[in-house]
């Protein structure tokens, strides 16, 4: 079974701190994701990157920033955290295949970050 | 981009009934997957069940199939026998199929309640 975890399952920081949030994942897949989940607004795309050291902007890409220098690992950063920056966190991951697929994405448990 | 609408903010059923879950998406492609993914309460997002746009039979995972309807852009979620875990929120996605890492884009999310 594909398993992606998160470094933290809550996480209460102060307005300013730098935050930074771990997502593992144990299936050599090439993709990982960063969303964020909002009551009533879903989820929506963070960053995701599809190699090492690759990424991508996702739809709200402002005030975060990622990192990923090893395959099975992907980091989110919170520069300088802001209480508008509250929110659920899940990470996620796929495989990639040559041609046209859209694959499974496995997420993770989430980690739910408040910032005071 | 491609839009997706989930138009049951909330649904509730009664234990070993049917319910059907609605989403509508928007798009131009003509290669494209569609998902339906449950996230329990407190628990880690799961896939429900997905689609492949170009196979007209719909598909169907146990007590869970759907209906999809390519011209009227409709992917509705049917779950028979409801069962009291089936209670969570779900949400519906669509996946652009061109090769490489491909994102989802998501619904707001259907939050169902299964009532003994």
Redesign the interface.
């Known amino acids: 079974d594909v398993k992606v975890t998160q470094s933290s399952r809550y996480l209460v920081k102060r307005t300013g701190e730098k935050v930074f949030l771990e997502c593992v994942q144990d299936m050599d897949h090439e993709n990982m994701f960063w969303y964020r989940q909002d009551p009533g607004l879903g989820l929506r795309l963070i960053y995701f990157s599809y190699d090492v050291k690759m990424k991508e902007k996702g739809d709200i890409p402002e005030g975060y920033s990622v990192s990923r220098e090893k395959k099975e690992r992907f980091s989110l950063i919170l520069e300088s955290a802001s209480t508008n920056q509250t929110s659920m966190y899940l990470c996620a991951s796929s495989t990639q295949w040559e041609g046209p697929r859209v694959e499974t994405q496995y997420f993770g448990p989430g980690t739910r970050l408040l910032v005071l | 981009a491609q839009t997706v609408t989930q138009s049951q903010?909330e649904m509730s059923v009664q234990e070993a009934e049917t319910v059907t879950l609605s989403c509508t998406y928007d798009t131009s492609e003509n290669?494209?997957?569609l998902?339906w993914?449950k996230q329990p309460p407190s628990?880690?997002?799961?896939?429900v069940i997905?689609q492949e746009a170009y196979k007209q039979q719909n598909a169907t995972e146990n007590r869970f199939s759907v209906n999809f309807q390519k011209a009227a852009k409709s992917f509705s979620l049917k779950i028979s026998d409801s069962q009291l875990g089936d209670t969570a929120m779900y949400?519906c996605a669509f996946?652009?199929?061109?090769?490489?890492?491909?994102?989802?884009v998501?619904?707001?999310?259907t939050k169902l309640t299964v009532n003994p």
């Open positions: 903010p290669n494209y997957y998902f993914y628990r880690q997002m799961i896939l997905r949400f996946g652009r199929a061109q090769g490489g890492s491909e994102k989802l998501f619904g707001k999310g």
